[in-house]
């Protein structure tokens, strides 16, 4: 059973920075597509990054040029670097496993979910 487990969220000013990590055990990252997906309070979960097995990846448009996804294949983990961060990103993030060869942006296409860490960017 693939287990993913999330750290690093917090509460940060606009502007500053964090990294987020994704911990999978149960299975080999390398394999699959990792994603970052993030919830907003009233919002439904949107795609945020996405790591493919190929080494494709992917972002979208809101965090394109701040956010870097990356993967170590040699401790399972996936992180997210977060930069220039904005209050509208706040949200909890989620970390997600999709085994499938395509990366997606809807996170129906996804198989395993961590639990979520927050992220709280204030003005």
């Known amino acids: 059973q693939v287990r993913l487990v999330e750290s690093g969220g917090g509460l940060v000013q606009a502007g500053d920075s964090l990294r987020l990590s994704c911990a999978a055990s149960?299975?080999?990252?390398?394999?699959?597509?990792m994603g970052w997906f993030r919830q907003a309070p009233g919002k439904e979960r949107e795609f945020a990054a996405s790591?493919?097995?190929?080494?494709?990846?992917y972002y979208a448009d809101s965090v394109k040029g701040r956010f870097t996804i990356s993967r170590d294949n040699a401790k399972n983990t996936v992180s997210l670097q977060m930069n220039s961060l904005k209050p509208e990103d706040t949200a909890v993030y989620y970390c997600?496993?999709?085994?499938?060869?395509?990366?997606?942006?809807?996170?129906?296409?996804?198989?395993?979910w961590g639990q979520g860490t927050q992220v709280t960017v204030s003005s």
């Open positions: 997600a496993e999709r085994n499938g060869l395509t990366a997606e942006i809807i996170p129906e296409k996804y198989n395993y």
């Open positions: 790591f493919g097995w190929r080494g494709n990846i």
């Open positions: 149960g299975g080999t990252i390398s394999r699959y597509v």
